[in-house]
């Protein structure tokens, strides 16, 4: 069984500040791990992957998101906020075997500040 | 390379009547995926597909609720006697499944209304 968490439903920042969105998952087999992010009344669309590998990873529009095991955490980060990042971010976890289907958190909306 | 293409994008459907949503899945992937999302949560797993088979279905997934893949390409989710719990949007998705992993990726929804 597999589920994720994500402290805070909004995050503000303003623009150009540090944003960080947390992630906490909870799996019984070892996880891919991804952030997927949804503007309004759109699909969702894939930010970065975890699979193996380098626990750093880096995705589109400067995020990145760093796996630690031994925290159980995959948070995402980003220098420095736009206003174009305004969006729901998901943190999601799959098994790597079997079917592999996602299982998100519920998500954290990102406001961002002029 | 086109993406995944759902329709229709939206339905408004009076409660009792049957409604039946697309997806045409990226060309060549052998894994479809259908979710369910309400406003404010993450998407919800409701069935998936290798190929032309539909190998596990959510326990979300009602008997009013029917999807199929016939041809191992385009998906159909049919939801039939609709209910206002039905209202949502309705994701679909397709992978390719290969050893090293796959990416989901993500059609932009069927919104459905209920009324």
């Known amino acids: 069984a597999q589920s994720v968490t994500q402290l805070g439903s909004h995050v503000s920042v303003s623009e150009g500040a540090l944003v960080l969105l947390r992630c906490n998952y909870s799996?019984?087999?070892?996880?891919?791990l991804f952030w997927y992010v949804q503007y309004p009344n759109q699909g969702l669309q894939l930010l970065l992957k975890?699979?193996?590998?380098?626990?750093l990873v880096k995705g589109i529009n400067g995020f990145e998101a760093e796996f630690k095991k031994s925290e159980t955490s995959f948070h995402l980060t980003k220098p420095s906020a736009h206003m174009s990042d305004a969006a729901e971010y998901f943190c999601?976890?799959?098994?790597?075997?079997?079917?592999?289907?996602?299982?998100f958190g519920s998500g954290t909306r990102l406001q961002v500040q002029p | 390379d086109t993406g995944v293409s759902q329709n229709p994008r939206h339905k408004i459907t009076k409660r009792g009547q049957n409604v039946t949503f697309r997806c045409d899945p990226i060309s060549e992937h052998n894994r479809l995926y259908w979710y369910r999302q309400t406003l404010g949560q993450g998407p919800e797993f409701l069935t998936y597909f290798q190929n032309e088979a539909q190998l596990e279905k959510s326990r979300l997934l009602s008997d009013r609720f029917s999807a199929e893949r016939p041809k191992g390409s385009f998906s159909t989710l049919e939801i039939q006697r609709t209910e206002q719990g039905d209202s949502a949007m309705y994701l679909c998705a397709s992978s390719f499944e290969s050893q090293g992993g796959n990416t989901i990726y993500f059609g932009e929804g069927s919104w459905l209304t209920v009324v």
């Open positions: 799996s019984s087999v070892p996880p891919y």
């Open positions: 975890y699979t193996t590998g380098a626990t």
């Open positions: 999601a976890v799959s098994p790597d075997t079997g079917r592999r289907a996602l299982t």
